[in-house]
C-alpha cells in the first residue's frame, strides 16, 4: 500500500496483537519499543492541518558548540530535506569527500557478525563496532554508515537498532557524539515505527534498501507503476508516518526528534536497556541481549536453510 498509494496501510486502533515479550516467535527488536505520547485529549500538532509548522529537515555530521562565541566559518554540516535515503543518495553520502575536499569524511562500519560464534558473538560484535566508531571519530570521520550489506550466509546482521543506539550512547560516553554523524544502512527497516524508533536513538538518516528492492521486485503488482513512481511513494508514505508519530507527543522537527528516544521499553531486561538504550523506561521485565542474539540467529538460520516455501518467496 504505501508503494502504490503514497500512504500508509489503514490499521484498527483496538488492535490486540500479544507484546513481543508474550510471543513464541522472533520478533524484531523495533516491536519492544512503545513511544510515550502527550497526555491530552486532542493531539499537539495536527500534522496535516499545520503542517507548516512542521519539517523533516535532517542535518548528518558534526554538531556545533551552542555555548561558542561567535559563528564558526569552517563548521559544515550536510542538509537533507528528509531523512530516508534512496540507495543514490547514500552513495553520494559515501563519496562527498571526493567531491567536496575534507569537508564531509564517511566511513562505513559493518554491523554483522560471523555465523560460527552463534549468539555468543554479538556481544564482543557490539563492543567492537562500538569501538570502531570511535576510533573513526578520533580518526575526524565526521559521517558514520552502519550497514548491514555484509550480511551473508557466513554473516549475521546485529539488529540495526540495538548497533544505532549502542554507538550513539558509547560515543555520547566518550564526549564524541557531537563530533560526527550517524547514517544508518539496513535491509531490516521497512515501516514507520522502524525509522521512528531508529531516529529516536539517533540516526540522522536511514537508508531502507532491501524496502527499495522488494518495491523493484514486487512492481508487477503496483498498477503499472514505474520504479521511480513506486519508491517515490514509499518515501513519502514513510515521512507523513514520521510526522504524525512525531505529533504524537507534539514535536514539530526531525532534529528535535532524532536522539530524544521518546520511548518506553515493554519486555526489556533492566540491564539490556541500560548498556544499550540508556535513559528509556522498563516498567516491565523482558528479553536481554542473549535472547536477542538467539533471535537474529534463528531468522539467519531459516533464511539460508533449504526450506521450499522460502525458496520461492522474497
Given at each position: 500500500p504505501m508503494a502504490r498509494d503514497g500512504i500508509e496501510a489503514t490499521g484498527s486502533m483496538g488492535t490486540d496483537t500479544p507484546i513481543s515479550a508474550l510471543s513464541n516467535k522472533p520478533k524484531p527488536l523495533y516491536t519492544y519499543f512503545k513511544q510515550n505520547f502527550a497526555q491530552v485529549t486532542n493531539p499537539p500538532i495536527d500534522p496535516i492541518r499545520e503542517e507548516v509548522v512542521m519539517s523533516l529537515t535532517t542535518l548528518i555530521g558534526p554538531r556545533p558548540n551552542l555555548l561558542g562565541e561567535g559563528h564558526d566559518p569552517d563548521h559544515k554540516r550536510l542538509e537533507a530535506h528528509?531523512?530516508?535515503?534512496?540507495?543514490?543518495?547514500?552513495e553520494k553520502?559515501?563519496?562527498?569527500?571526493?567531491?567536496?575536499?575534507?569537508?564531509?569524511?564517511?566511513?562505513?562500519?559493518?554491523?554483522?557478525?560471523?555465523?560460527?560464534?552463534?549468539?555468543?558473538?554479538?556481544?564482543p560484535a557490539?563492543?567492537?563496532?562500538?569501538?570502531?566508531?570511535?576510533?573513526?571519530?578520533?580518526?575526524?570521520?565526521n559521517i558514520l554508515i552502519l550497514s548491514d550489506r555484509g550480511m551473508s550466509a557466513t554473516r549475521v546482521p546485529m539488529p540495526a537498532l540495538l548497533a544505532c543506539s549502542a554507538v550513539h550512547h558509547h560515543l555520547i560516553r566518550k564526549g564524541h557524539r557531537t563530533e560526527t554523524g550517524l547514517v544508518i544502512e539496513t535491509g531490516e527497516a521497512r515501516e514507520v515505527h522502524h525509522m521512528c524508533v531508529l531516529a529516536g536513538y539517533g540516526a540522522e538518516a536511514i537508508?531502507?534498501?532491501?524496502?527499495?528492492?522488494?518495491?523493484?521486485?514486487?512492481?508487477?503488482?503496483?498498477?503499472?507503476?514505474?520504479?521511480?513512481?513506486?519508491?517515490?511513494?514509499?518515501?513519502?508514505?514513510?515521512?507523513?508516518?514520521?510526522?504524525?508519530?512525531?505529533?504524537?507527543?507534539?514535536?514539530?522537527?526531525?532534529?528535535?526528534?532524532?536522539?530524544?528516544?521518546i520511548f518506553d521499553g515493554v519486555g526489556l531486561s533492566t540491564r539490556f536497556v541500560d548498556q544499550y538504550?540508556?535513559?528509556?523506561?522498563?516498567?516491565?521485565?523482558g528479553i536481554g541481549l542473549e535472547e536477542v542474539a538467539r533471535e537474529t540467529?534463528?531468522?539467519?538460520?531459516?533464511?539460508?536453510a533449504d526450506d521450499p516455501t522460502l525458496k520461492r518467496m522474497l
Open positions: 528528509q531523512p530516508i535515503l534512496s540507495n543514490l543518495d547514500l553520502i559515501r563519496e562527498f569527500d571526493e567531491l567536496v575536499g575534507d569537508a564531509f569524511r564517511t566511513k562505513t562500519l559493518d554491523i554483522c557478525w560471523d555465523v560460527e560464534s552463534g549468539t555468543d558473538g554479538l556481544a557490539v563492543a567492537a563496532l562500538c569501538a570502531a566508531a570511535e576510533v573513526a571519530v578520533n580518526e575526524e570521520y537508508n531502507p534498501y532491501l524496502a527499495f528492492e522488494t518495491i523493484a521486485d514486487r512492481l508487477d503488482d503496483l498498477g503499472g507503476l514505474t520504479l521511480q513512481q513506486a519508491s517515490y511513494n514509499y518515501v513519502k508514505a514513510l515521512n507523513k508516518g514520521i510526522l504524525k508519530v512525531c505529533s504524537k507527543m507534539g514535536i514539530s522537527t526531525y532534529q528535535s526528534y532524532c536522539g530524544a528516544q538504550f540508556t535513559g528509556t523506561q522498563t516498567q516491565v521485565e540467529v534463528i531468522r539467519h538460520a531459516r533464511a539460508f
